[in-house]
């Protein structure tokens, strides 16, 4: 199996994270487009939605998507991936889609400890429990509908992982 494999998610699911560990256990190259926008670019997310608004970066990483998009890879992609349909067709049709689930309050704790504020610039303009809890609603189907396989992503790095392996080889055997 050398399809690609793209984590879904919303910021603080855990895609970067979990992504790394997977893709060493797999023996496949790792891409994180946020990551891979800040070294082309050179700009921050923070920086591209100064200059360009959210349209320009959504655009952006549009374009991330397809010039990651290899062989034995895997993609962490940015919380709102998703909000393009051309976005979650391209995945869907290109290789695996892994949507990292996780309650609200988790995702806060996760990201009050570690906010990464030049990466995610508020999005709603709301204090970050209330723009979880907004941006949940607006995108849980969005994460589902993109989805191959929905993994439980408030355990251990390492079972998420483990189950994500399990999920792919049943994938592969039915
Ligand atoms: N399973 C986990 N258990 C505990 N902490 C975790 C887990 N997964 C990720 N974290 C922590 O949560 C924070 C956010 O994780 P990460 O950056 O991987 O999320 P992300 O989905 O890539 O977010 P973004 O969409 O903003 O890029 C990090 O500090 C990371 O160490
Ligand atoms: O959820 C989102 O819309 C985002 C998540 C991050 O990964 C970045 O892609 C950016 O901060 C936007
Ligand atoms: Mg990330």
Redesign the pocket.
Known sequence: MTQPLFLV?P????????GQGLAASLGFHFVDT?RWLLEQSGATVAEIVEQEGWPGFRARESQALQAVTQPATVV?T??GMVLAEANRVFMRNHGAVIYLQVPAETLAE?LM??PEED??PTLTGKPMVEEIEDVLAQREALYQAAAHHVID?S???EL?IARILEVLRLARAS
């Not at 910021?11 to 979990?18: A, E, L, W, Y």
């Open positions: 998610g910021r603080g699911c855990g895609k970067t994270t979990v946020d962490a940015g919380g996760r400890a570690s990466q995610r992503a355990l251990p790095v998420i």
